[in-house]
């Protein structure tokens, strides 16, 4: 079987091709890793989300014990206990 030889134009397009291929894994890994690293910040996020929403439900009950259902103003600082509440609460 004879052997032939690629010009020097089809020898330069797969050369061109394999650089692009290349260069085209190279930012896919990249990206990945930067998606990894996003992934990782976004699972720390959420933990600190849930960690906070635990710690408000437990002052939230803690309050509630403390001054029954009401409503706070965090401007004045003030409690204005509900309607059902202030019924519970026996006048002195």
Known sequence: MET???TAEEISK???IQESTR???LAL????IR????NTQ???IFKSLESLREEEQALAKQLSDTYGDGTI???TGEFTPSASTEEETPEA
Do not use: F, P, R
């Open 23 to 25: 260069s085209s894994l």
């Open 14 to 16: 797969i050369q061109t």
């Open 35 to 38: 998606a990894n690293d996003i």
């Open 29 to 32: 890994g990249e990206l990945e």
């Open 73 to 75: 103003d965090l401007t």
């Open 4 to 6: 032939k030889k690629l």
């Open 42 to 44: 976004k699972a720390s």
